[in-house]
Structure formats: C-alpha cells, structure tokens
C-alpha cells in the first residue's frame, strides 16, 4: 500500500492558558451549561452541612406550607415546617452520594470480571456471560424490590444493591476490548517481551480501556440516580430521617394540590441533573471515542 | 565443506501444528495443518529466510519458532533446549533472548505511552539495566535504529510508519536478543523506505552478531538479508539453499516460478514462469505433492506420493520427485 | 433453524431456572424462611409445625427440589394479609395492570416507531428535531415525575381528568399516557438511529442509482434492516412492561401487578413477592425468545452465526 510516510507535526507549544481558551471555545453550550451544573452538584453535595440554613428535621411549626420566596424559606416549608431548601441540599449530598458509590462499586465488579473472562476464557468466560445474561434478563427495579422485600431497606444494602446496577456492561466492554488487544495488538506485543499476566493488564490494557469505561460510567450515573429515585418515591430506598431526592418527591405527593414546590424543586433538580450528565456523557464520547455509539 | 560444530541457535525437528475448522453451521470439523513436518536450523548469527504465499504457514512457523504456538508435534529447541511453555516463568524470562518483530508496527504499539516508554519496556520487565541509566541506554537504541532524539516523547500514530517499525525493532533489541523472528516486517512500509530499514536490521544484526529468521512473500527483500533461503508451501518445506545459489539455480518447480518473477535492474523480465490454478488452501490439501495442481512437471508419482525433503548437494535439499531423482541419476 | 431455536429455547430455561435459583437463595439468606413467613410474634411450635409441613428441616437440596416443584404446580405459598394463595392474588390482578400495559406499548409502537423513521427521512427538519428533545425528555424525566406532573396539570389545575383508582375508563388515560410518553421518545430516537444507520449503507444507494422509486427504497430495503434492532428494543420494551408499571400503578392508585408489589414489598409478603418476581423474569425470558426467534427469521446471517 502506498501511504506517504511522513510524520505528523508535533502539536505546537501554544501557552497552557491559550490551549485551555481554545478547548473551551469548541465546547457546545448545552454542554457547559451542563458541566457547570454538574459543578454545582458536586459543591453541594461536599459541602451541604456548610450551605444548608437549617437541620434537615428541624421544625418551624409556625411557617408550615409556606411559599417558596419568603426570606427565612427560600423554597418554602413543607407540612412540619421543615425548610425545603435544607432538605433539597442534603438530598442532593444523599442521592449524589448513594449513585457515586454504586457507580464505581459496579464498574470495578464488572471491569475485573470482564478481564478474568477475556484473560481464563473457557469455563471462567462463560460463567461470567451467564451472569451477566442473567443480570440483563430480569428489569433491575424488580430484582431491587424483591432484595428489599427481603432484606429490608438499610443504607448500606441500598449502596450494595445499586452497585449492581449495570455491571455487565462495563463486563462486556472490558472483555470486548481485552480480547481485541491481545489478539493483533499491543497486548500481545508485550507479552512477547516477557511481561507478566499482571503488567499486561495494568500497565497496557486497562489505560487503553479507562475512556471507554470512563464514559459507560456517564451513562450509567444517571441512570442509578433515577433508580434510587424511583425507589425511595415508593417509600422503599432511603428511609427517612435520612432524606434523597425520590424520598421528598415520595412525601411532597400528598401536598401536590396545596403545596406543590415540595416536590417540584427535588423533581427539577432530578431532571436537570440526568440531563446534564447525559449530554456531558454523550459530549464526551464524541470526544474520546468517535466509533462509539 | 566443513560441518559447524557449533550448537544451532534454533532448531525445529518435525513440527507439526494443526487447526480444527468447521466448516458452516453443521458441517464436522476439518484438521487443518498449517505446519506439517518442519526441520530447519539457524545458526547463531546467520539469516535464515523463509519464503511462502499466503496460506504457506511461514507465519505460524515463525510464532512456532519462538514457542507462542505449540506444536502438535515436534520440537522447538532453542540452544540445544527444548522450549519452554507458553506464558510460564522460564518462557517470560527466555524472551529476552528472542523478540518478534511484527508485520504492522502501529499495533504492536501501545498508542497511549511514549516511543522511549515503550523502547525501554523490556529493560523493565527483564531488570536488564537499573533505573538510573534506563534513559541511556533508551537514546543508544535510538540512535542505533536511526531515531533522532527529540521523537522520544513522540506517540505512535506521530511517526511515520518508517519510523515506527524502527521503534519496534529498537524495542526488540533492548534487552540484546540472540534471535530476531521477522514476520513481514517491511510488507506494510513505503517501498523506498523498506530498503532503508532492510539495509538497518541487517547492519545491526551484523554489528551484533544476532540471528535472523526473516519470514516474507517478497523475494526481492529476502535476497538482500538472508544467507540461506528456505522456501515454503502449504505447510512444508519444498526447498533450502543458501541465498546466491537458490536465486542462480532454482531446483523446485515452485521456487523457480518465484525467482523467475523477481525483477533484475537493467534486463528485460524473462523466460517468467506463471503458475495456473488455485494460490494453495490449507484446509483443501491436494494428494501426493501438494505443489502438483500447479506445477508443470507434475507426473503420476507427484499425484500418490508425497515427496521428502532430500539433499541434492553440498547444502542443498529440495522435495520434489523430478528434482531428485534427475539429481540422483547425475550422481549415479 | 431448528438447531436455531432449540439453542435459544434452552437458554430461556436456563435463565428461568437461574431466577428460580435466585430467588431460593435470597429467601433463605434472609434469614429463617419460617420465622420470615409467619411473623416474630409465633409461638415456638407453630414455627416447628411450619418448618416440617414445608420441609425445611431437610437438607438444602432437597428442599430446592420442592421448591421447584412448588413453583410448577403454582404453589407459591399463603400471602400474609390476605391468607388467600399468593398465585390467586397475582392472577386477579394481571387483567388491570393489562389494561394499561397494552394501549401503552401500542401508542409507543404506534407513535414513536413512525415518528423516528419520519425524523431520520427527513433530517433537519422539525420533526426531526422534536424527536431528539422528545427522547431527551423521555430519558430523563423518571415515570413518577412524569405522572405526577401530568396530575398537577390536567386534575388538579384543569380538573380534566381523575387522578386515582379505577372507576371509570377516563381514569386509565393517564396513566397509560405516563407509561407510554417516556417510551415514546425512546423509541422514536431509537428507531430514528437505526433507520439513519440503514440509510447509510452503501446498498441503499445503490438501490437508488439503479432507478428504484424512493418509496420503494425505502419500504423494501430500508425498513426490513432497520427493523432488527428496532423490534429488539420492543421485545425489550415488552419484557419491562411490569417493571414500567410499578410506579404508574403507585402513583394512581391502579389495582394490578405494580402496585401488589410495592404493598408486597413493604409488608414483606414474600410469597407474592416471590410469585411476581418469577412472572416477571417468565415475561422477560418469553419476550427475549420471541424477539430472538423473530431475528432468525429476520436476518439470515444471525442464522449461520448461532450455532458455536
């Protein structure tokens, strides 16, 4: 094949400053607008306890059901007079919290899974695609329930449980990619050199196969928060005291007709946080990945 | 002529490897073999060459030679020792010994880490140099394969693909092999370039007393490197001879067709030998002679019986019926 | 074919069996499945009398056996509010749920499929564009959400609909709407991808350039390959028809399956909860099985490929 052999030039030495303000500039606003939201999030989430005007139980009989908008509630009070603000800031910390733990809980699962399936093949391969067959088969909001059912809702359990929550497609991808790269590829290459099962892995595969993962991680996120949702607006993921997003749509329910910005402002802050992680996730696979669907 | 005495660096005796191919949804599974019955022998810095199409199993041979694919039968020895098995310690640590030097050098390299990253790795793997004066000996490599200094921080897909496969072979040499399996290393480069890296491997080999088995379908490159040709088809070999004799005489009907086809600069192309019939398929081996469909000697014997590789002269062996016994009614 | 379906026959029953397995494990990880079933406030010999009735004192695998066989003649066991069979309970509910199952998967397949294949037709355009914000919506606004706010603004602020229980056939449109809208933009988007994919081939040029009418194109080649991976995703649709159902039940108040399994779930009435668990992975499993099937017929070459 004839393909003219000359290098590439080597990208220019542009200041640091200069490169970020180009990279920005290239960035869609939806997508800005999303990442500054995800920013905000994430403050929120750390530093909860400082932002939040008042305890998340703390009563003020006297201003039950107010309107969001009076200085003392910026969102409003709820049927015991607690502050929605309060509780809408530590829901974001819990649900925040709760969907970060499960994702990397469930990517590491399926990512070492994934590996042992593409490194033993054979019998080890197929347990590992029964499994995740399995895992595919039943609706996950199903299976949920029925754990709960039995074990009753605890923290702990709720975490674990949602860390199962689509680790057969970081499997799937991480044996997809582990095989690819030991049959033609540089996998192969470096076990030729002597490398040991172990620095193949570490050293090669799993930097090729991050992005990959990183940006399965993105889509699955949002997904595991509507879950968690979904699950405490039934009244069987996060138990109060503790409070999350679904739990305060769960209760705003039944004030829907006096009060309804109980539940509006956790339903909005749901929407627009999947929202804006899904257009990241989707931005970003563009970038990293063009041959990605 | 004197024999060496030496021990051979890599020795093959009567390697065997099959595969299983089924054939559609219910169809039973045919034994294919890709390798049947090879015997060579590379001394330590000589060239073998090893000639074939596709469909030949020169490749599977060469992964053969440096134990990545078992045989069903037979031996690899590589210094008088059998070959260890694949991915156990005692194979890790004799790679140092042998590397591979692949066909596309842009997947055999990681696109993530750094030229001199990855041109250092066997140091690493293998403890060959303390940490300190890895840098060192990563810039000698460099320099030895033609690299400028300033593409140590390149990445893969920033170099051209000359400058690649320079980085493989830089990599192979890191931790100073004995043995050096070239698999079509030049097929996939720009045909100016491809003299270039050939002329390369072969000075480097020279300056380091490294043994070469440089496998390829293109004849005009193996001339320029090997010392001894082995000529392939379908699994066996169909003739060795050292390089200047085997492109002067060609013996085997296969083999005269190849050289007769490799241009000569300044004379006109002549008296070419075109085969007919289909390029060989392993998995539908013909009877007798697997050459004799396409050659244009092929008498009955060539049909029913398989022809052994027999020496003709003075090291020389060829495997075809009309070949040795016109040789054995010259020497009787 | 025939090699075909028996091999995907066999996997359905293997992951049935899988869910069967499943569901004996948790229930007898989850502590005494006698002291579970009956309540902690049991005399003693009760829960004795129990454990030997349903042969809990044998060894586990034996009592995994009888728990299959339980589950094939349809014993599921004694729910706990009602002491009616868990399996009766089920059953009465499933036409309920049904009726909003089914209008809801037809809208999505009625609406989203033809709306998909429409947008990617016709790039650009404003259908086009109202697909993809469609399956934005449709993908981030949770079902409960989704009702909820569908209640605040046609009971309570129009008063145009009822918000709960099920009197009349008026009081199934919501929430078969809520079911159905967030499918809707799914599929759309889906079917709009796959159709934009199948355009693309070089075939479908190449149908083109010999002269072919547009339409024919289009509902010759287009569509026939386009129609794989959309009938997957409505095969995956059907198998999630009982999980979309939980929370729209939940929310209005509807009588069937859904619903049954949250009030299961909180009173812990493993019976039933083990009873709808398995019908769910049944429906999941059949819909799979038909949709694979389906493929075979679909598309030769998934044929050849199957058999390893």
Redesign the interface.
């Known amino acids: 094949?004839?393909?003219?052999?000359?290098?590439?030039p080597?990208s220019p030495n542009l200041s640091l400053f200069t490169r970020f303000i180009k990279q920005v500039r290239k960035v869609p606003f939806s997508v800005t607008f999303g990442i500054v939201w995800l920013v905000g999030m994430v403050v929120v989430a750390v530093f909860a306890d400082v932002i939040r005007p008042y305890g998340i139980t703390a009563m003020d009989l006297r201003a039950r059901l107010s309107l969001p908008g009076n200085p003392a509630h910026l969102l409003g009070t709820d049927e015991l007079g607690r502050d929605v603000l309060s509780r809408l800031l530590q829901s974001i910390r819990v649900s925040l919290a709760i969907a970060f733990g499960a994702t990397i809980i469930s990517a590491v699962f399926g990512t070492v899974l994934g590996f042992a399936a593409a490194k033993f093949r054979g019998a080890v391969e197929h347990l590992v695609l029964?499994l995740a067959?399995?895992q595919a088969?039943?609706?996950?909001?199903?299976?949920s329930?029925?754990?709960?059912?039995?074990?009753?809702s605890s923290m702990p359990l709720l975490i674990g449980l949602m860390g199962f929550y689509g680790w057969e497609r970081y499997a799937r991808i991480a044996r997809g990619l582990a095989i690819s790269a030991s049959a033609?590829?540089?996998a192969s290459?470096?076990?030729?050199?002597?490398?040991?099962?172990g620095?193949v892995y570490l050293h090669?595969i799993l930097?090729?196969v991050a992005s990959t993962l990183i940006v399965s991680m993105t889509l699955t996120f949002?997904e595991i928060i509507?879950m968690e949702?979904?699950l405490s607006?039934?009244?069987?993921g996060v138990q109060p005291p503790e409070t999350s997003l679904?739990n305060m749509?769960?209760f705003g329910?039944e004030y829907?007709?006096r009060a309804?910005w109980i539940?509006l402002a956790p339903?909005f802050v749901?929407?627009v946080t999947?929202?804006s992680i899904?257009l990241v996730g989707d931005w970003l696979r563009d970038k990293l990945d063009p041959t990605l669907? | 002529m004197s024999e060496h005495f030496k021990t051979p660096l890599i020795e093959a005796k009567g390697l065997v490897r099959t595969y299983e191919v089924r054939q559609g949804m219910f169809g039973r599974a045919t034994p294919v073999r890709a390798v049947d019955g090879i015997d060579l022998r590379v001394m330590p810095g000589e060239t073998l060459g090893i000639v074939g199409e596709s469909g030949s199993g020169k490749s599977t041979l060469g992964r053969m030679l440096l134990g990545i694919d078992p045989p069903q039968e037979g031996q690899a020895l590589f210094e008088g020792k059998p070959m260890p098995k694949l991915a156990t310690p005692e194979w890790r640590a004799l790679r140092a010994k042998m590397q591979f030097v692949y066909q596309d050098p842009l997947a055999a390299l990681d696109r993530r880490l750094t030229i001199a990253e990855q041109i250092g790795e066997p140091l690493a793997i293998h403890n060959l140099v303390p940490k300190p004066h890895r840098e060192t000996r990563v810039a000698e490599l460099m320099s030895a394969v033609g690299l400028r200094p300033d593409q140590a921080g390149r990445y893969p897909h920033e170099l051209s693909g000359g400058q690649r496969q320079r980085a493989v072979i830089a990599r192979a040499l890191a931790s100073r092999p004995k043995l050096l399996v070239c698999d079509e290393p030049v097929s996939a480069l720009d045909v100016s370039i491809q003299a270039q890296v050939v002329n390369m491997l072969r000075d480097l080999q020279e300056k380091n007393h490294i043994a070469m088995v440089f496998i390829s379908h293109d004849l005009k490159v193996v001339r320029n490197i090997a010392d001894r040709v082995a000529v392939m088809y379908l699994g066996r070999i169909v003739e060795e001879a050292s390089s200047d004799v085997i492109f002067k005489t060609p013996l085997h009907p296969y083999t005269k067709a190849l050289v007769s086809s490799v241009p000569v600069p300044g004379k006109l192309l002549q008296g070419r030998v075109i085969l007919q019939g289909e390029p060989p398929n392993p998995a539908n081996r013909p009877s007798g002679c697997a050459f004799h469909p396409r050659c244009p000697l092929a008498a009955d014997i060539c049909r029913t019986s398989v022809p052994q590789l027999l020496s003709v002269a003075d090291g020389r062996t060829a495997a075809c019926h009309m070949v040795t016994r016109a040789e054995a009614s010259v020497a009787a | 074919m025939f090699r075909f379906a028996s091999i995907r026959l066999l996997r359905a029953l293997i992951t049935i069996l899988a869910v069967i397995t499943f569901a004996f494990v948790v229930l007898r990880l989850s502590g005494d499945p006698a002291q579970v079933m009956l309540g902690p406030d049991v005399p003693q010999e009760s829960v004795d009398a129990f454990r030997k009735a349903w042969g809990l004192d044998q060894p586990l695998w034996i009592q995994y056996l009888s728990y299959i066989r339980a589950i094939f003649t349809g014993d599921f066991g004694v729910s706990m509010r009602d002491k009616a069979s868990a399996m009766q309970l089920v059953i009465e509910r499933i036409p309920a749920t049904l009726q909003l199952t089914i209008p809801a998967l037809f809208l999505k397949v009625v609406i989203g499929i033809p709306a998909g294949v429409y947008a990617a037709l016709h790039r650009q355009s404003a259908i086009d564009r109202g697909v993809i914000l469609a399956a934005i919506f449709g993908f981030t606004i949770p079902s409960f959400v989704m009702g909820l706010l569908l209640v605040l603004i046609f009971s309570i602020t129009l008063g145009l609909l009822p918000s709960g229980g099920q009197d009349t056939w008026q009081h199934g449109i919501l929430p078969t709407l809520t079911m159905s809208i967030g499918g809707i933009g799914i599929l759309a988007r889906f079917s709009r991808s796959a159709m934009i994919e199948v355009m693309g081939q070089p075939y479908i040029r190449t149908a083109s350039a010999k002269g072919m009418k547009w339409q024919d194109v289009v509902w010759k080649h287009a569509l026939p390959n386009a129609a794989v991976p959309i009938v997957t995703i409505v095969g995956f649709m059907v198998g999630t028809l009982i999980a979309g159902a939980v929370v729209v039940e939940s929310i209005f108040s509807w009588p069937g399956i859904g619903r049954l399994l949250v009030v299961s779930v909180s009173n812990r009435d493993l019976a039933v909860v083990q009873c709808i668990l398995l019908l769910v992975a049944a429906t999941m499993v059949v819909s799979n099985l038909i949709v694979d099937l389906l493929y075979g017929f679909l598309d030769p070459r998934l044929r050849a490929q199957s058999a390893h």
């Open positions: 094949m004839t393909v003219t052999d000359i290098a590439r080597q029964v067959d399995f088969a039943l609706p996950f909001l199903i299976m329930l029925a754990v709960l059912a039995f074990f009753g033609q590829g540089y290459a470096v076990v030729q050199l002597g490398a040991t099962p620095r090669h930097p090729n949002p509507l949702s979904g607006f039934l009244g069987l679904g749509v769960g329910r829907l007709t309804p539940m339903a749901i929407m999947t929202l899904s669907r």
